[in-house]
């Protein structure tokens, strides 16, 4: 699956979605575009985005888009630190901005 991780979560979320080709906004070079633009540039490239954005639900009609948007609630570091799969697999450079975890 190609997930893209939206700007405000941590490279070191990626460490969870292993076996997956993780991107994210920042490395694309996608900081700061709307929500409607960033779906509809991730069309035909990816398959999900993960994000915080309580909004975006409210803010984009989704059943019309080709992407599956997962919502992560509360602190996505603490998620993370406590997380078994976040452990296993090695910190991602935040010097690149980009991730790409694969099994």
Do not use: K
Not at 13 to 28: F, I, K, N, S, W
Not at 53 to 82: M, Y
């Amino acid at each position: 699956m190609r997930v893209l991780l939206d700007e405000q979560l941590p490279l070191d979320l990626a460490a969870a979605l292993q076996g997956h080709r993780v991107d994210t906004v920042a490395g694309r070079g996608w900081t700061g575009i709307t929500n409607g633009e960033l779906l509809r540039r991730m069309g035909g490239e990816y398959d999900a985005l993960v994000t915080m954005d309580r909004g975006i639900e409210f803010q984009q009609n989704l059943t019309s888009v080709a992407v599956g948007v997962l919502l992560v609630r509360g602190h996505p570091t603490a998620w993370c630190t406590s997380s078994r799969s976040c452990q296993r697999s090695s910190t991602p450079s935040r010097r690149s901005n980009q991730v790409n975890s694969t099994a």
